[in-house]
């Protein structure tokens, strides 16, 4: 599912030169590291162009407008586990290691915890790339983790008048929590060690 924001990434080039795909690299490798560095005020498109080396029709041709790229950039950076174990149909009561073990690895990358403040520290002032990451990257990847939920419900995992929506908000709020807001430096291994608890605190421990 593709909003209207990132169309011009996803279409056809139609004639001319074929889609370079090192230019796509560059640029979302550049537009990730502008906001970053600098935040949503620091990644315009002239100077994602500037650092991807490419001109700024380039980016234009690709995407419609800089909140397009930055969330792609964001969304490529973080990967996709939930879509990778649905595709492989990985067992129900397999899922839980899966995406944790996924997400922990994720997370305690160098350049997360400041990833995260900036794309929440961006709502303010840009609510538009919020927004766009929303609607074109997390609602996908919640609707797989939801369609999870209700087949544990009907499994009787989990408990039936679960809502499936407040389950992910509270395993979204508690990764943020976590990673922002408490102090001390995150490992994989007490990452991973979280994320267990939260589960098992959700009555989800053996049915995500």
């Not at 924001?5 to 537009?31: E, F, H, V, Y």
């Not at 990644?43 to 029709?57: D, L």
């Not at 234009?60 to 397009?68: L, V």
């Not at 400041?114 to 538009?128: D, N």
């Amino acid at each position: 599912m593709q909003g209207q924001s990132t169309k011009r990434s996803r279409g056809q080039n139609g004639p001319g030169r074929p889609r370079s795909l090192a230019a796509d690299q560059a640029i979302l490798r550049a537009a990730l590291e502008l906001f970053i560095e600098y935040g949503i005020d620091g990644a315009s498109i002239e100077q994602i162009a500037a650092r991807a080396r490419v001109a700024r029709t380039t980016l234009y041709r690709r995407w419609s407008s800089k909140e397009a790229v930055i969330a792609q950039a964001i969304a490529v950076a973080r990967g996709a586990p939930e879509r990778q174990a649905a595709v492989n149909r990985v067992a129900l009561r397999s899922l839980p290691r899966l995406l944790v073990n996924a997400l922990a690895d994720t997370l305690t990358t160098p350049d997360s915890p400041k990833l995260a403040a900036r794309l929440i520290g961006s709502v303010p002032s840009c609510p538009e790339l919020m927004a766009v990451y929303w609607n074109n990257y997390l609602v996908p990847r919640r609707e797989i983790i939801g369609k999870v939920l209700e087949r544990a419900c009907a499994e009787g995992l989990i408990r039936e008048d679960s809502d499936p929506e407040i389950l992910l908000d509270l395993m979204g709020g508690a990764i943020i929590y976590h990673l922002l807001v408490r102090p001390g430096n995150r490992g994989v291994r007490e990452m991973r060690t979280y994320l267990f608890k939260v589960l098992r605190q959700l009555g989800l421990g053996e049915a995500l």
